[in-house]
């Protein structure tokens, strides 16, 4: 089977950086998907980690460890439009894609 | 870039009629996914399709069917459209399944 849990809301300050988690337990794992969607619109892909370690794309960095089946997506510089919700996706056995319910950030002057 | 449309941003329909919602992409890409998105809930995978003509059950296909009798489209049917169907529909697809998945603008149906 396949479980995703990602915290609900954030609240951070423009400038500052914000860590969202992502914790999972998938069958067959093979990948971790970042993706970002803005209020009313489709989700879009951030990044895609397959192995342990820190993937840095600009200022959103994802961070992934497999035996302890946990993942990351940092951050920096936070921006206004960065107000969003943040899905954290697994891909398990067969290919299969599950999808947490998101962490929607709300990023505040 | 990607593109993936679908046919309508709101829908509004009355319990037990048929809905159609189509979506198309411009990519050639082989497959393509149905997901409802629900507040709390997430994306939940409805069907998808890997090739024309093929499709597979997702983790939610009660009360929907698909059809891809083109490879750039594939369209999500409710055969008798009821009141807890209403939600953000998005479509989407990809070149292999081990690829990013490519969103279109989601579809917010209301049945009334």
């Known amino acids: 089977g396949q479980n995703i849990d990602q915290p609900t809301e954030m609240t951070a300050t423009e400038g500052a950086i914000v860590q969202i988690n992502c914790t999972y337990q998938t069958s067959g794992f093979n990948g971790l998907f970042w993706y970002q969607q803005h209020a009313g619109e489709a989700p879009t892909f951030l990044s895609y980690n397959v192995l342990d370690g820190l993937e840095e794309k600009g200022r959103f960095s994802s961070f992934l460890s497999r035996s302890k089946g946990y993942s990351y997506l940092l951050l920096k510089e936070l921006q206004m439009k960065d107000s969003a919700s943040y899905l954290c996706?697994?891909?398990?056995?067969?290919?299969?894609?599950?999808f947490g319910i998101g962490t929607k950030l709300q990023v505040i002057p | 870039d990607v593109k993936v449309t679908q046919s309508s941003r709101y829908l509004v329909k009355r319990t037990g009629e048929k809905v159609f919602l189509e979506c198309v992409q411009d990519?050639?890409?082989?497959?393509m996914f149905w997901y409802r998105q629900d507040p709390g809930l997430g994306l939940r995978l409805i069907y998808f399709?890997?090739?024309?003509?093929?499709?597979e059950k997702g983790d939610i296909p009660e009360g929907y069917s698909v059809s891809r009798e083109k490879k750039e489209r594939f369209s999500l049917i409710l055969e008798s459209a009821s009141t807890n169907q209403t939600s953000m529909y998005l479509c989407?697809?990809?070149?292999?399944?081990?690829?990013?998945?490519?969103f279109g603008p989601g579809t917010r149906l209301l049945v009334l």
């Open positions: 990519m050639d890409h082989e497959n």
């Open positions: 996706a697994s891909r398990g056995g067969y290919q299969k894609v599950t």
């Open positions: 399709s890997y090739d024309v003509k093929m499709k």
């Open positions: 989407a697809s990809n070149l292999g399944l081990k690829e990013t998945q490519y």
